[in-house]
């Protein structure tokens, strides 16, 4: 399942996200939503995937951003008995439309609301970040281990999303987390947020807006590389579970240093 995910992956990523990236005309890129910009390269990607996704498993259903842009009843399939595969066809479609990178494909597979299977996908640089469930994460055929080797104090690395953050909290949160170390803006791609943590090139990422097909297969894929994702109150994140704030870190030690941090400043 694993390899015909990845190939399926690779395939969308050849075929219309890549040859579409820095050729789009002012047609192919709208707003869904104030400030929420959407491309045609978004769109046909996700069908690409769906149809693909759901060949592969008979009986599996699809909850993706654009689907549900269009339909929010569709949200409603992570509660239901059926697999579910989460879509994220383009992550970083900001970056994506203004022909920058980075920009990710995400896919998590859930069964009974808890994810057993991700892929992060870069197609610029043609990396693949996957696990599933038990069998820890790769990176390019690579087995990661982030809590192997653990910093000193104050030698963290990690970005803040604070967009969506409270804005009494924004300010205080950001002033406080300089403490853990290097503080980065964020890269307006969760899904490269996440590959960097389980390739160990981060410790931490903290969001506050925690959509599912942002943040599930992630979030799974820094579990499976000895990691922790959690809610502010230490459950771990999964699709369907309700609430706002979301700490990934390469260890439990580092979740709670942390959340700590975001406590100081009165979250
Ligand atoms: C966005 C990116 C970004 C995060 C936003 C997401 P999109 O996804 O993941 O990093 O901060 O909350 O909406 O819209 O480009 O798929
Ligand atoms: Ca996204
Ligand atoms: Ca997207």
Redesign the pocket.
Known sequence: MIDQVSALIREAAAEVVLPMFQHLSSADVSEKAPG?VVTVADQRTEEVLSAGLTALLPGSVVVG?EGVAADPALLDRLSGTDPVWLV?P??????YAAGRTP?AIMVALVRDGTAVAGWIHDPVADSLTVAEAGSGAYVDGVRMRISADPPPPGGLRGPI?T??FPPGVREAFRERARVLGEVLP??????R?YADLVAGVQHFAV?W?T?P??HVAGSFLVREAGGMACRLDGRPYEATSEGTGLVAAASEPIWHEVREVLRAAGV
């Open positions: 929420e951003e994220d383009i992550d970083g479609t900001a970056n920009f999303m967009r969506f964020g890269l307006h791609c969760a899904g947020e969001f807006r959509l097909w942002d």
